[in-house]
């Protein structure tokens, strides 16, 4: 008998050692999953080292990949919106009017439906840049450096995506609208950080904290 519990034991404990490994392989998946999903979109994903432990960047690859989604499907909800608006004013999607087709879409999605508030946004990301920049020069590694990083690389991303407009293609202006919204929560982020702790390494949790406000601020108590 005590053989047996002795193998009982012994069994069990090894069941826990593969749940808790199959467990930590399966947030693993799920992290580099979202990652995935986020970058296909058009958005440069937060840099795990912005993080102080796994579970802060969890939570924060989780949110980024939640408001990337809410704001995809407000954006093609409005491109079907545009389309019906071009249907109506007697443009059609056949051949060979299907380029006009597009270009009315973008059109009227850009200047009626929700695609105005990304115009905006980028408008304010030039302005971010005229007053953060001389600002962030006194930060000198830390998070807050890595932060903007990750934020020029994101403009840069959106220049490449911008200049791939001329080919009129929804999927483009869907990841175009997607990275300029990034590019404005990151630059708010900062300001936010830059205005609560000026000239200091601003500690992690005050990141995730304020990435996650910008993106949902009603949400997570903010």
Same mark, same amino acid.
């Given at each position: 008998?005590?053989?047996?519990n002795?193998?009982l034991?012994?069994?069990?404990?090894?069941?826990l050692?593969?749940?808790?490994s199959?467990?930590?392989?399966?947030?693993?998946?799920s992290?580099?999953?979202?990652?995935?999903?986020?970058?296909?979109?058009?958005? $440069?994903? +937060?840099?795990?080292? @912005?993080? &102080?432990n /796994?579970e802060? =960047?969890? !939570?924060?690859?989780?949110?980024?990949?939640?408001?990337?989604?809410?704001?995809?499907?407000?954006?093609?909800?409005?491109?079907?919106?545009?389309?019906?608006?071009?249907?109506?004013?007697?443009?059609?999607?056949?051949?060979?009017?299907?380029?006009?087709?597009?270009?009315?879409?973008?059109?009227?999605?850009?200047?009626?439906?929700i695609g105005?508030?990304?115009?905006?946004?980028?408008?304010?990301?030039?302005?971010?840049d $005229?007053? +953060?920049?001389?600002? @962030?020069? &006194?930060y /000198?590694?830390? =998070?807050? !450096?890595?932060?903007?990083?990750?934020?020029?690389?994101?403009?840069?991303?959106?220049?490449?995506?911008?200049?791939q407009?001329?080919?009129?293609?929804?999927?483009?202006?869907?990841?175009?609208?997607?990275?300029?919204?990034?590019?404005?929560?990151?630059?708010?982020?900062?300001?936010?950080?830059?205005?609560?702790?000026?000239?200091?390494?601003?500690?992690?949790?005050?990141?995730?904290?304020?990435?996650?406000?910008?993106?949902?601020?009603?949400?997570?108590?903010?």
């Open positions: 008998m005590k053989r047996f002795f193998i034991t012994v069994a069990l404990f090894f069941l050692l593969i749940d808790v199959f467990s930590a392989e399966t947030k693993k998946d992290i580099n999953r979202m990652v995935y999903e986020i970058e296909k979109s058009g958005v $440069e994903p +937060l840099d795990r080292s @912005l993080f &102080a /796994d802060d =960047y969890m !939570e924060m690859i989780k949110t980024q990949y939640s408001f990337i989604k809410e704001e995809k499907t407000k954006i093609l909800k409005d491109m079907n919106a545009a389309k019906n608006t071009c249907k109506i004013m007697g443009f059609n999607d056949n051949y060979p009017n299907k380029k006009r087709f597009k270009e009315c879409v973008l059109e009227v999605w850009q200047t009626r439906l105005k508030q990304y115009v905006k946004m980028q408008n304010e990301i030039n302005t971010q $005229e007053n +953060l920049n001389d600002i @962030l020069l &006194a /000198d590694g830390g =998070y807050v !450096e890595k932060l903007n990083k990750s934020r020029k690389r994101q403009i840069k991303k959106n220049s490449y995506l911008r200049d407009l001329a080919k009129v293609d929804y999927g483009t202006a869907v990841k175009y609208a997607l990275g300029i919204a990034a590019a404005y929560y990151l630059g708010k982020t900062l300001a936010e950080i830059v205005k609560v702790k000026p000239v200091a390494k601003a500690e992690p949790h005050v990141h995730v904290r304020s990435y996650r406000c910008m993106n949902f601020p009603t949400a997570f108590g903010c």
